[in-house]
Structure formats: structure tokens, C-alpha cells
């Protein structure tokens, strides 16, 4: 695995480790703060971000629903403050999801449950997380993280990682060619966000305007709501992916199940499909990866009649604030909705309105998911090229010709 890159590392790429990295430049390996010295209690609607597990992506920090802390527990808690270009880690669950932390994250919280890596002078930042992204450094990771249950990393274990460093200016070359498909996915994340949230705007906007068009209606009457089954059970490992709600929140990662059972189609997510986690996180979202198998928690959400998608989308948004009051008072260690929460009315719009709102909306929607199914083409590009480019294979210069022909 991650062994074998550094057994092949070409001339002149050093071999060596990330704790070796580190200590030769001034930087070091360390845990976020304990549950002791941060409680559920400290966390403020408005303060400096504290990142947790849930908030690292594919080498991205999460904004949507990062928890903060305040600035006298940020000064108390100092020493676990991130800088520009440290590497913060899971460090529990999906352990192998690692985030490189840009300058507007200057100063946020390494938070409980995750590591930091600060490489001091050792290396090109940019490079290393990039590197630590490797196929194979990933699984080499996760097969070295303890815990029987819940895979765990810790500083011994990341210090310990295989890592393969080519000259200054070739980390730098790599670096930037992933960067600027990094770069355009970011791109298409804002148009996607600007998209949706345009489109509930104009949405209530027509509300305000014009309320004589809209009529309360149960919110199952415009869709119906399909609950998802227990498919990870007896899972294969291979074929489609199970969405949890993991998968809805943060993607596939090392947690992730695959199935190869063959399910009723209404159990199926396809790209454009609308679904609704209606326990825990209480999430609606628009599906934009590969076709895949719903699992229980998660409605698909299938419009009745002449209703658009979007349409069931933005009155399920309506209700969320709602639907998550009502989960966090469920005395159960899973907060959730029961199925006459659907039956609640919805502002419907008239035959009229619904064709007037479709013709801004439909297209809003399309862009959306465009957007976000061109970002799963550059990661699929970006993935593919960077085993290649971080074995020396390929070289940058051949590397960037394949980008300019994809992008």
C-alpha cells in the first residue's frame, strides 16, 4: 500500500515520514481538545468555528452546520488553534478525510475528535494534503487505525505515515495543477449554493407578493414521502452505494456501504432525485451522484401529479426549521419526525403560479445540479491524475495537457 510508493519513489524524491516532516520543520502532530475541556454546553450561536469530524470533506472544511465556540474559550483553548496551510484530520469514523486549512480559516478550532497536522517548514502544505489523499496512503490509514467498532486514529499512527517528497519545485507544480481543478469544483459549489438559494428567495418572494395565489395544503399531497429500508444489512461490499445519511451530508468515504441486491426503483436515488433524512441531522437535499440504494431514515420524495422536483424541495425547506424543533424534542437518542408531521400544510402554488415560478425555477434547479455533476467529473479527473503525479508516472507538464482536454 503506501509502503509500496515509497519503495518505488523515483530519484531525487526522498523518502521519509509525516513525523519526520514535521520535526525537521519546526511544526508538530496533535490531538484537538478532550471532551473535558469542551462541552456541548460551551457552544454559541455566533463565536469562532470549531471543526469536528462531521465538517471535514475530501480535503475541504464544511461551513453549513459547523458548531462555535467563544473567543474567551478560543483564548483558553489557544494551543488548539488552526493556522493557514495546517492539515486537520478525523480523528474518529472516517479517519482516512483529511482538509487543508486556507487563510479565512486562520484561527478556527481543531475541535473534538480531530488531529492537526502543522508541517512547519518540512513541506509544501498544499502538496502534503494532497499527497495525503493518495488511494493508497488513505487505505493505509484506515488499516492502521484502531478500534473495533469505531476506527481511531491518533499522533503515533500519523506520525508513522509513509510519505514520498520530490523536490520544492515539483510539490509546488502538482500542488497548483490539483489546486485549479480543486478550484473550479469550489467554483461550481458557489454556483450550485447561489442557485438554490436565489430560487428559494424568489420563491418567497412570490409568497409576499402575491399570497391570494398560494393555498395551504398537507405537504403529502404535493409528494410522496418513500422511507428507505435497512439495505446495509448483509451488504456485499460491492455495486451500488447505500445512502445513510452520512453519504447525504458528506459523501462516500471509508464508512460507506455497497450492495449488490437488486431493489424496487422507488428505493432508488438517481442524479436530480430529492431526498429527506428525517431523523438525526433532519437534512433535505438535491442527489447528484450515481444511481444508488436508499437506506432507512431517508425518504425519496417523489412529486404527485404535475408537481416539479424543486417544487417539493422548497416546501419541504420551508418545514425543516420545524420538523428539526420537532426532532430535538423526541426524548430518543435519534431525534426524527413521524409521518403526520407530513400531513402539515404547506404554502401550494395555484395552476398559474406554479407555471409562472416554473419558468424561473426549472432552470435554477438545472444549473444547480449541473453544477454539482460537473464537480463529480473534476474529482473523478483529480483522482485519477494524483496516484499518478505522486509516483512520478506522470509527469506535470503531461498532466496539465490531459486537463486542458477534459476541462
Known amino acids: 500500500m503506501a509502503d509500496a510508493i515509497v519503495d518505488a519513489v523515483p530519484s531525487p524524491w526522498e523518502a521519509t515520514t509525516l513525523a519526520e516532516i514535521c520535526e525537521r520543520g519546526g511544526g508538530n502532530i496533535q490531538t484537538g481538545p478532550f471532551g473535558s475541556q469542551l462541552h456541548a454546553s460551551d457552544y454559541v450561536p455566533v463565536g469562532i468555528p470549531s471543526v469536528m469530524p462531521q465538517d471535514i ?32 484530520y478525523s480523528r474518529r469514523g ?19 475528535g480531530c488531529l492537526r497536522i502543522r508541517p512547519g517548514g518540512g513541506i509544501y502544505s498544499p502538496f502534503l494534503s494532497y499527497y495525503l489523499g493518495h488511494p493508497e496512503v488513505r487505505q493505509w490509514i484506515v488499516r492502521h487505525a484502531v478500534g473495533a467498532t469505531m476506527p481511531n486514529l491518533n499522533t503515533k499512527i500519523l506520525g508513522a505515515v509513509p510519505v514520498v517528497v520530490p523536490p520544492a519545485a515539483e510539490q509546488r507544480a502538482i500542488a497548483e ?105 433532519l437534512t433535505v437535499a438535491r442527489w447528484y451522484r450515481r444511481e444508488a440504494i436508499i437506506n432507512q431514515h431517508i425518504f425519496k420524495v417523489i412529486p404527485r401529479g404535475n408537481n416539479p422536483l424543486w417544487l417539493a424541495f422548497e416546501l419541504i425547506n420551508l418545514k425543516l426549521a420545524e420538523f428539526r424543533a420537532i426532532a430535538a424534542d423526541k426524548a430518543t437518542t435519534m431525534g426524527h419526525i413521524q409521518r403526520r408531521h407530513l400531513d402539515e400544510p404547506v404554502p401550494t402554488p395555484s395552476v398559474a403560479m406554479l407555471q409562472k415560478l416554473d419558468g424561473q425555477q426549472r432552470p435554477l434547479w438545472a444549473r444547480a445540479l449541473e453544477a454539482e455533476r460537473e464537480s463529480l467529473t473534476l474529482t473523478a479527473l483529480r483522482d485519477t491524475l494524483l496516484p499518478q503525479l505522486m509516483s512520478g508516472k506522470l509527469r506535470v507538464r503531461d498532466a496539465e495537457r490531459i486537463v486542458e482536454d477534459t476541462v
Open 177 to 281: 495543477l490539483l489546486g485549479a481543478l480543486d478550484g473550479k469544483i469550489r467554483i461550481n459549489e458557489r454556483i450550485a449554493s447561489a442557485a438554490d438559494e436565489l430560487r428559494s428567495a424568489s420563491y418567497e418572494a412570490a409568497l409576499l407578493e402575491a399570497p391570494g395565489e398560494f393555498s395551504y395544503q398537507p405537504l403529502s399531497g404535493v409528494a410522496e414521502f418513500v422511507n428507505g429500508r435497512a439495505f446495509t444489512k448483509g451488504a456485499t461490499g460491492t455495486g451500488r452505494m447505500v445512502v445513510r445519511i452520512a453519504e447525504i451530508n458528506s459523501g462516500p468515504g471509508s464508512s460507506t456501504v455497497y450492495n449488490d441486491i437488486e431493489v424496487p426503483g422507488h428505493h432508488l436515488a438517481h442524479p436530480g432525485d430529492v431526498l429527506f433524512a428525517w431523523s438525526g441531522s
Open 57 to 88: 470533506g475530501d480535503n475541504v472544511i464544511r461551513e453549513d452546520s459547523i458548531a462555535r465556540i467563544s473567543p474567551s474559550d478560543a483564548q483558553r483553548l489557544s494551543r488548539y488553534l488552526l493556522a493557514e496551510d495546517d492539515i486537520v
Open 94 to 112: 472516517d479517519v482516512e478525510r483529511r482538509a487543508l486549512v486556507r487563510s479565512e480559516q486562520n484561527g478556527w478550532l481543531c475541535g473534538t
